[in-house]
T-cell receptor
Framework: NAGVTQTPKFQVLKTGQSMTLQCAQDMNHNSMYWYRQDPGMGLRLIYY???????DKGEVPNGYNVSRLNKREFSLRLESAAPSQTSVYFC?????????????FGPGTRLLVL | QKEVEQDPGPLSVPEGAIVSLNCTYS??????FMWYRQYSRKGPELLMY????GNKEDGRFTAQVDKSSKYISLFIRDSQPSDSATYLC???????????FGAGTRLFVKA
């Protein structure tokens, strides 16, 4: 089992460019999440999908869109990248979105927006 | 004010020391309390998990929750260089997006 995989590992964008971060899990989990991690801010939830076919905003959704393509895949799209979106992005999954469910994280995507 | 406060450190200790990592929180609705460990350039992984108040021990690690003080701790006994990582506290509640993470404390254990 690969667990949670993310592509790409590293990306440099110019301001205004768009890109999609890909995430897939092979644990048959129902819930998936996108976080960003910035120094001193910890992990902040961007969007989450409690189950296939549903998505909801998290704490910092502005400038992002998501697609739950199927049960395995959850993508994050930046339509017009800004320097403030320079961060490390983590995808995670859990069996459900119930209180206390363990989340399993991918290795992260490092994004630099110039 | 953040819902979960965690000192970012860094915390540097000699090998064999007892390490105490702490978080405070403001929302009494949190009921599950977790500690994640994150090695450099890796994703976080669950280390310890506690429901409500009390202590939980797993090998060299002890998690402690004091709901009356809204304070949680992770103790590491006989610390090893391999424990060098960032430790994130996390708390979970019902409703909305349920898990909130602390900013993480960077720990260095020197051989």
């Amino acid at each position: 089992n690969a667990g949670v995989t993310q592509t790409p590992k590293f990306q440099v964008l110019k301001t205004g460019q768009s890109m999609t971060l890909q995430c897939a899990q092979d644990m048959n989990h129902n819930s998936m999440y996108w976080y960003r991690q910035d120094p001193g801010m910890g992990l902040r939830l961007i969007y989450y999908s409690a189950s296939e076919g549903t998505t909801d905003k998290g704490e910092v959704p502005n400038g992002y869109n998501v697609s739950r393509l199927n049960k395995r895949e959850f993508s994050l799209r930046l339509e017009s990248a800004a320097p403030s979106q320079t961060s490390v992005y983590f995808c995670a999954s859990s069996l459900s979105d119930s209180m206390g469910e363990t989340q399993y994280f991918g290795p992260g995507t490092r994004l630099l927006v110039l | 004010q953040k819902e979960v406060e965690q000192d970012p450190g860094p915390l540097s200790v000699p090998e064999g020391a007892i390490v105490s990592l702490n978080c405070t929180y403001s929302n009494s609705a949190f009921q599950y309390f977790m500690w994640y460990r994150q090695y450099s350039r890796k994703g976080p992984e669950l280390l310890m998990y506690t429901y409500s108040s009390g202590n939980k021990e797993d090998g060299r690690f002890t998690a402690q929750v004091d709901k009356s003080s809204k304070y949680i701790s992770l103790f590491i006994r006989d610390s090893q260089p391999s424990d060098s990582a960032t430790y994130l506290c996390a708390m979970s509640r019902t409703g909305g997006f349920k898990t909130i993470f602390g900013a993480g404390t960077r720990l260095f254990v020197k051989a």
